[in-house]
């Protein structure tokens, strides 16, 4: 049974900078697909970037493209989202998720999916607050 803790988020003015952390346990497959997702009040929860056990290139949502890193350390089994020039628009709940494609679901698919019960595990989420 696969298990995702997020930590890191918390009050940024704009313009500032966030590291968000993904503890991820059980996903050691090459076929997990390993994504940030965020939901804003009232608004759908969205892909912004994801990335697969056996590729080191992140997808990035446009909505983020520039401003937000995703990498890992796989020694610690930790996924990382590095925040930079925050908006108030970035203000959302960020949620870790993983989901198992078989080698059939491409990164992106994964990451653009808008349907919550499609994707198999979610972390608590961590609230991230973008305001002066």
């Known amino acids: 049974q696969g298990q995702l803790v997020e930590s890191g988020g918390g009050l940024v003015h704009p313009g500032g900078s966030l590291r968000l952390s993904c503890a991820a346990s059980?996903?050691?497959?090459?076929?997990?697909?390993i994504g940030w997702f965020r939901q804003a009040p009232g608004k759908e929860r969205e892909g912004i970037s994801c990335?697969?056990?056996?590729?080191?290139?992140?997808y990035y949502a446009d909505s983020v493209k520039g401003r937000f890193t995703m990498f890992r350390d796989n020694a610690k089994n930790t996924i990382f989202l590095q925040m930079n020039n925050l908006k108030p628009e970035d203000m959302a709940i960020y949620y870790c998720?993983?989901?198992?494609?078989?080698?059939?679901?491409?990164?992106?698919?994964?990451?653009?999916?808008?349907?919550?019960?499609?994707?198999?595990?979610w972390g608590r989420g961590t609230l991230v607050t973008v305001s002066l």
């Open positions: 059980g996903f050691t497959s090459p076929y997990y697909v």
């Open positions: 998720a993983a989901h198992w494609t078989g080698g059939i679901r491409t990164v992106q698919a994964v990451c653009n999916e808008r349907n919550v019960h499609a994707i198999n595990y």
């Open positions: 990335i697969s056990g056996s590729d080191d290139t992140p």
